[in-house]
């Protein structure tokens, strides 16, 4: 009687098997990415949710309100964030991708998700996917020899190769020259110079 059941009940596993194979396959195949030139316009709509999908709530009770720092760390959690980093002296654009590189180098050894772009001469910016870690990334770039600055949400930090000078846009020293009305006038060094020794 067992081996009888046993042979009735073979063939109903065997077609049971067989549906949720099928139905496998097709939904496999629903998942399969599509070219984009063969998106329609429920296709488009998913994507733009995607894109706009709002960013996880802020819970304010956990934030200590005499650091902001944390405030903006929590608000820029899971969003793209750029970080601006200057080198010192005068580098040529090699030379800050070289540096730049090295510093992204380090902090991928870290860890930190970061792209880098060179920007200019002596200019890089430092791409993160993850914005809460920004901070992060600028205390460690402030503390490079060649760092100049750093910039983060507007914010500029001096990092150790600033001299403590304070910065003046060359357009605005132009123009209090101009208001004033005269011209500076440079003096030759009469001292340093040899060859007005010998004349004189």
Same mark, same amino acid.
């Given at each position: ?67 902001? +720092? ?5 608000? *820029?959690?899971? $969003?793209? !964030?750029? %970080?601006?980093?200057s080198v010192s002296?005068s580098p040529t ?42 901070? +992060? ?5 402030? *503390?490079?020899? $060649?760092? !100049?600055? %750093?910039t983060v949400e ?47």
């Amino acid at each position: 009687m067992a081996s009888d059941f046993r042979w009735k009940s073979q063939p109903l596993l065997l077609l049971l098997l067989l549906c949720s194979l099928v139905l496998f396959v097709t939904a496999n195949k629903d998942k399969k990415k599509k070219d984009i030139r063969d998106y329609n316009d429920a296709d488009m709509a998913r994507l733009l949710e995607e894109w706009e999908r709002s960013p996880p709530p802020v819970d304010f009770s956990k934030m200590d309100p005499s650091k902001p +720092e944390d405030l903006l760390k929590m608000s *820029k959690k899971g $969003r793209t !964030l750029m %970080v601006f980093a200057s080198v010192s002296g005068s580098p040529t654009e090699k030379e800050t991708e070289e540096i730049t590189s090295l510093w992204q180098g380090s902090l991928f050894n870290a860890n930190y998700d970061i792209q880098r772009f060179v920007v200019g001469s002596n200019r890089a910016i430092f791409m993160l996917r993850d914005g809460s870690m920004a901070w +992060e990334v600028k205390d460690f770039l402030v *503390k490079q020899d $060649r760092c !100049l600055d %750093v910039t983060v949400e507007g914010q500029v930090f001096p990092g150790k190769a600033d001299e403590g000078q304070a910065k003046v846009d060359p357009k605005k020293k132009n123009n209090n020259n101009k208001k004033k009305g005269k011209k500076e006038e440079k003096k030759p060094d009469l001292r340093g110079n040899k060859a007005s020794k010998q004349e004189l």
